[in-house]
């Protein structure tokens, strides 16, 4: 089977292309998914949280400060509330901003995290799928590190591209994916059924 994690199982040319797409496609969805949720989801959720109790502090002073000048004359506090809000918008802007800032940083790290989790699992299942392609080409050895080498620094790319896009480092690291599909290509267009053939000579030899 080609999707097979057993490393006993060799793989073909087709197989280890299809597992190289698919697998890139489903981490590249799961690390995009993931780093959009840490850093837009929840850390606008948390900031508007921390901007209504901030506002609601900001206008309560400002209230506040309007009705001790009102000196116990008639207070109209739906008025004065809606004065306040006018009046600390743009102190609160400063604020928001600010919040939104910290709770952007706050959050970055976990971001960071699930997307080194995503490039650990697809670089696991390519290595596996890698040394599969190996054994049916009949390469072992220290040959084939520079074959899983490349299969880690394609897994890289894709599963930190949404980070990379975001900051616009994803021309600066293109040669990550380049060099890992360059590194890839031996293994890749490496002769089939060798690992059969050495089967059935070792077995012919046995009678």
Not at 47 to 53: I, R
Request: aromatic share 12%; net charge neutral; charged share 15%.
């Amino acid at each position: 089977m080609s999707f097979s994690l057993d490393l006993t199982k060799p793989l073909g040319r087709l197989g280890l292309a299809l597992n190289l797409v698919l697998l890139s496609a489903v981490f590249y969805g799961v690390s995009a998914g993931a780093y959009h949720y840490m850093s837009d989801t929840l850390p606008e959720s948390s900031a508007h949280a921390q901007e209504a109790v901030v506002k609601a502090g900001l206008v309560e002073k400002a209230v506040a400060k309007a009705k001790a000048a009102a000196k116990g004359k008639a207070f109209d506090v739906k008025a004065a509330t809606a004065q306040a809000e006018a009046a600390v918008a743009a102190d609160f802007k400063k604020q928001a901003e600010e919040i939104h800032h910290h709770a952007v940083e706050g959050w970055a790290p976990f971001a960071v995290f699930l997307l080194i989790l995503s490039a650990t699992f697809l670089a696991g299942f390519l290595s596996v799928y890698v040394q599969r392609r190996a054994n049916d080409a009949g390469l072992k050895g220290l040959w084939i590190f520079p074959n899983h080498l490349g299969a880690w620094a394609l897994a890289g790319y894709v599963a930190f591209y949404p980070f990379l896009s975001a900051h616009g480092l994803r021309n600066a690291w293109a040669p990550a994916f380049i060099v890992g599909l360059v590194l890839l290509l031996p293994v890749l267009f490496a002769g089939e059924g060798h690992h059969d053939h050495d089967h059935d000579h070792g077995h012919s030899h046995s009678h």
